[in-house]
């Protein structure tokens, strides 16, 4: 089970930015991800969290081969994504499926819930039409939903049922890594259990690994293994889950945390304010990109670039305080 | 607390849609009062009537379809309900006010900022330009926008989300107005950022004995922000108490339930999901509304809506759970 499933090596994805109507001449690049490094096991869950436009969207998107990375390798069980074609890259796209924040858009409103299903299956695999109705009453009822609502369209079905929708039709091409962008985000508090709970058995019975994009710092703990914490582009902080959240090391990260909302009136606790907001990534800040905000920056912080230092229990820091 | 405190007080309201369907109670016999200086926060999953109950406050339900059908709205002495069109436009930013959830919609993307926050102005005051342009100034300093006088000249989208959230602040407390309406003002706000926006609205709040509406579906912003709460659920409020009666003991099983399932920092344990989802407001059962997904559920629970019932002082909840013959109530469990 536990073996290596995905490893990112030194990921960028660079954007010009381009001036002009007709002679588009580049005048500078949004540096979206730069330079992160970070594997997945069988079975795992991942949780990148950080601000918008901090680059987890590009991230997953590089990893579903929406996008070409700029620089730097993704590896899916040690092959490099970027070097499959036909039949290789048909097989990838099985393997690796997505889950998208919104399911009033993610899904057709034309198809019935059944086609979307098994959609993923029909156009990469060579599938008979009693294989494909098996698989989708399976995945189905996997999801919690019963095999009679295949015949229905998406309008008729409510949001957390929507979202499960989504679910089975990531599920039913027998994936190794599920890409999660906000899962539960759009959906009613009394329904993100439902949907989050259902990931977590589904996780335990298939065995599929999640990369999970978020902002909500609690839902990521709920449900990831490790946690990567981003900001503009990079990866400050990198631990196991627990670790990460009962002793955060970068400021970055102990601000998030301290800026995660109360579980109680009486829970009081040191709110660390960040000022300002997350520079341009166009142009971002030099030495560590933190350190405009930071609010324990030291002269250096604005020269030098903090390399990735490992602190032990597999729990990685970006930052000179902790050198 | 005394009573003279009460700058708005909300009896019996209902909001009712009229359509194909037949009558939607959006809103159906809430109330609730609201002291000076108090922040009230008002819970609920989206359709619960939370934003309906805002609107109808502000005189903005949309029109022909919905209507106010019975109930009153009594702000500073006077009922809201039986204003005229004309007179609501006096009262709305005088005297109460609303700040919406998205920033990108709620700026006008034609007009500078700078504009915008004199046009606020101008409704209750006449004065030259320039003695505009520096109360408007003044305002977006109040609000901690950096550098003001620059920002008068910037358009909507040269700003970030969470500076326009600031500058509809500004506009929204142009005319010092007794009581505001925040309708999920931090949802599309990152959390550093929320942190700096709800600091904010606290800043604000004691500095000028504001009374402030929380519409949120977030139990951490209630901890964080409220003296007071109301829980909603399908066009009712299931319960009410003071923020720490709630968090301490909450008593309706819808509350209980909603806070089970939220994921916290500092645990890990499973969550428990309220299975099903709230009624549809156009066919309403005729007893608690919570009724089918409660697990708590007896035969009586389907045949009559409870009333509000006392948990201790200024907490109650409708459930027959307290009920003091709930006990002897049949056991029974109906499907």
Redesign the interface.
Known sequence: MNQELLRVENLKKYFPVTEGLVLQRTVGHVQAVDGISFTIKNGETLGLVG??GCGKTTTSKLILRLEKPTDGNIYLDGEDIQSFRGDSLQEFRTQVQAVFQDPWSSLSPRMKVKDIVSEALVVNRNVSQKEKDDRVEEVLTQVGLHKGQGELYPHEF?G?QRQRVAVASALASYPKLIILDEPVSAL???????V??LLVDLQRETGVAFLLVA?????V??MAHHTAVMYLGQIVEYGPTEEL?ENPLHPYTQ?????????????QRD?I??T???PSPINPPSGCRFHPRCPFAMDRCSVEVPLQLDKGNGHLVTCHLHE | MSNNDVILQVNDLHTYFFNRRGITKAVDGISFSLRQGETLGIVG??GCGKTMTALSLLGLIPKPGARIVSGEIILDGEDLVQKNKQEMREIRGRKISMILQDPQTSLNPVFSIGNQVIEAFSINEHGNRKSMINRAVEALRNVRV?APESRMKDYPHQM?G??KQRVIGAISIASSPQVIIADEPTTAL???????YL?LLKEIQSETGLAIIFIT?????V??MCDRVAVMYAGRIVETAD??NL?NKPSHPYTQ??M???????R?D??????G?PPALWDLPEGCRFADRCSHVRQRCHQGYPDMLRVEDDHLASCWMLDESWSNTDQEVTE
Not at chain 2, 260 to 266: L, N, R
């Open positions: 601000e918008s409510s957390g009613d508090v009394s329904i993100r259990a439902q989050m709970n902002h909500n710092l609690a839902t703990r709920y959240y601000a998030l945390f301290s800026a995660a909302l109360p579980a109680h009136p009486d829970d709110e304010v960040l300002g907001e997350v | 999953e989206s950096a970030s969470g500076m990152d959390v550093t950022i929320q942190l700096q600091r579906h977030d139990f951490g912003i901890a964080r923020v720490r968090f339930a909603l089970g399932s939220v994921p916290q920092m500092d890990t499973r969550l428990v999901a309220i299975d989802q």
